[in-house]
C-alpha cells in the first residue's frame, strides 16, 4: 500500500474511532453539510497591511508543499514555513492535495470578510475554498477536524482557523500574529526542529489521534489578540 493508500485508511479507521464524538457543538458526521450562510458586507480592503498586521504585497515567491507535488504563493520567511506546514498536515492526515486546491497570495483588494486581507500579504493559505466556502460550516468529518485542532494546538496559536470565525470560513488558515512575533518565531523552530530530528517525526509520521495530543487538542484555547 503507498503512503497516501495508508493514510487514507488511517483517515477511516479514526472516522469510525470517533463517530459520535463531534468536536463542535452542534457537528455531526455528516460531510460537507450544508449550513445557515451569513450575509456579507463585502468591500475594497485599503491600506498598506493586512487585517492581522502583514504588510501588502505586489507578489508573492512560490513555496512547495512537501511531499504533495503542489505549490502556493505566500510570503518569504515564517509565513510560508508555517503555512506550507499546514498545508502538508492537510495532505498527509485529511485528504490528498491536487493541483487547483491551494490558494495563498492574492493581488484584488476586493474581500468578502476583513480576514481575506491576509491574502494579499501571503500570510493566508486556503485549502479547497470551493468545498469550504465563507459562511458554511460543517463540511469536514469529526476525525478531519481532530487533525486541524491538533494543528492548531501544536503551533501554540500561531495560526488561526477560518471555521472559529463569526462567519466561518473552514478553508482558511492565516497567521495569528504581524512579522517577528515571538509565537511566530516558536512555532517556525517547531517545525524546523522536526523536520530534522531523529526519524523526520514532522507532518506525515503525526498521530493525531495519540491520546496526549488529543488531550493536548481538546484543552487548547486559541490565545486572545
Do not use: C
Amino acid at each position: 500500500m503507498n503512503r497516501v493508500g495508508e493514510m487514507s485508511r488511517r483517515r477511516f479507521l479514526a472516522a469510525a474511532a470517533v463517530t459520535g464524538s463531534a468536536l463542535v457543538t452542534g457537528m455531526t458526521m455528516s460531510p460537507r453539510a450544508a449550513a445557515s450562510v451569513a450575509p456579507s458586507a463585502g468591500g475594497s480592503w485599503h491600506g498598506h497591511e493586512s487585517a492581522n498586521g502583514w504588510p501588502l504585497l505586489a507578489e508573492a515567491n512560490w513555496h512547495a508543499v512537501e511531499g504533495s507535488g503542489q505549490k502556493v504563493a505566500l510570503a518569504d520567511g515564517d509565513a510560508a514555513l508555517i503555512l506550507t506546514y499546514v498545508a502538508r498536515r492537510f495532505h498527509y492526515e485529511i485528504d490528498e492535495l491536487r493541483p487547483g486546491d491551494l490558494y495563498g497570495h492574492m493581488t484584488s483588494a476586493d474581500v468578502e470578510e476583513s480576514y481575506e486581507s491576509n491574502y494579499l500579504s501571503g500570510s493566508a493559505l486556503a485549502i479547497r475554498p470551493q468545498a469550504y466556502p465563507a459562511g458554511v460550516t460543517g463540511g469536514l468529518y469529526a476525525a478531519e477536524l481532530v487533525v486541524v485542532r491538533d494543528i492548531l494546538a501544536e503551533l501554540d496559536g500561531a495560526v488561526t482557523w477560518g471555521g472559529d470565525f463569526s462567519r466561518p470560513k473552514e478553508s482558511h488558515f492565516e497567521l495569528a500574529y504581524p512579522p517577528g512575533h515571538p509565537t511566530l518565531s516558536a512555532a517556525a523552530h517547531t517545525i524546523t526542529k522536526q523536520a530534522g530530528g531523529v526519524g523526520r517525526a514532522g507532518a506525515g509520521a503525526i498521530d493525531a489521534f495519540d491520546p496526549a495530543r488529543r488531550a493536548k487538542a481538546n484543552a487548547f484555547v486559541q490565545p486572545a489578540r
